[in-house]
């Protein structure tokens, strides 16, 4: 975590009466600079409050419920803090129409949804040197923008 997201984090810390060392995580969405700006974006505005990720076993760094986020930019500049308030493992092939139109992204429909994390997850799946398939577990969290 560079300086600018360190100090982003204490200065949040400090205003909601957060304990020093309290753990985070800052990351940004997508693969690109620009679907990472448009997506934090969409954070900040309150539209994207979930998200979805392929679940990896044994995967220490897991979400769970009440862990903090800082959502960062293309740039790597922190953008907002979440918190996450539900986490679950689905199938691909059963998440949700309401998940999906959690996740705030184009018309928010799950026709829109599944066209783009179909092409999302199976590029991100070969890059790993595995083949997508409809079952493959994901994680699905549901967070609320603190800040």
């Known amino acids: 975590m560079d300086k600018e997201v360190k100090l982003f984090w204490q200065d949040f810390c400090l205003k909601h009466n957060l304990p020093a060392g309290t753990k985070v995580d800052a990351w940004s969405f997508g693969y690109s600079e620009k679907d990472a700006d448009e997506l934090a974006e969409l954070v ?13 076993p044994g995967d220490e ?14 740039q790597g500049k922190p953008v907002c803090v979440v918190q996450d308030k539900v986490v679950e493992i689905i199938p691909y092939s059963q998440i ?52």
């Open 44 to 56: 900040k505005r309150g539209i994207k409050t979930a998200t979805t990720s392929e679940y990896v």
């Open 61 to 74: 760094d897991m979400p769970k419920v009440g862990d903090w986020n800082i959502i960062l930019d293309g």
């Open 96 to 147: 949700s129409a309401e998940h999906a139109y959690h996740e705030g992204e184009g018309d928010r429909s799950y026709q829109y949804w599944r066209t783009v994390h179909d092409q999302f997850f199976e590029e991100e799946f070969k890059a790993n040197g595995q083949k997508f398939y409809p079952q493959a577990p994901m994680v699905c969290e549901t967070f609320a923008k603190i800040d």
